[in-house]
């Protein structure tokens, strides 16, 4: 009966401690498994594709190639690809500057676009991955910096 009760009790703290770890209660430190990474790409690229085709489409357009002389391209787009976190930036505060596109001048004003920094990484991570873009992703650690124009 000893015996019984000891092995039940020793059970009894393996069940815990599994339950315990996968919690969350370890204090060791989470790995992210590539799974877990493409799970929440996947979560954001989806936020991001709808908040461009809320946002960005009519100027953009739906294959992401713009409109020549007027709006510029997001594929292929060398302007895009050189400064993550000014693309970042520019959604959040829009642009009124002239940029150059792959070779191309371009003046017209881009409004804002998005409220917060998690809208405006999620719609840039889905432009750098669309329309046979590969342009990796930005995270909001990247972005920390980069500050909301309280005129907007």
């Given at each position: 009966m000893k015996i019984t009760k000891l092995l039940l009790?020793?059970?009894m703290i393996a069940g815990s401690a599994i339950?315990?770890?996968a919690c969350g209660g370890s204090s060791e430190p989470k790995k992210e498994t590539k799974t877990e990474v493409v799970k929440?790409?996947?979560s954001s690229f989806a936020e991001g594709e709808k908040i461009y085709l809320a946002k960005c489409?009519?100027?953009?357009?739906a294959n992401g190639e713009g409109i020549p002389g007027a709006f510029p391209p997001l594929k292929n787009s060398d302007y895009l690809f050189a400064d993550k976190v000014r693309a970042v930036a520019q959604a959040l505060n829009g642009s009124n500057r002239e940029i150059v596109v792959n070779g191309v001048k371009y003046n017209a004003?881009?409004?804002q676009q998005v409220g917060t920094k998690e809208e405006a990484v999620a719609v840039?991570?889905?432009?750098l991955n669309t329309w046979g873009n590969n342009g990796g992703t930005i995270t909001l650690e990247e972005v920390k910096d980069v500050v909301i124009d309280p005129r907007i």
């Open positions: 009790f020793g059970a339950v315990m770890q929440a790409s996947t489409i009519v100027c953009h357009q004003p881009m409004p840039v991570n889905y432009v």
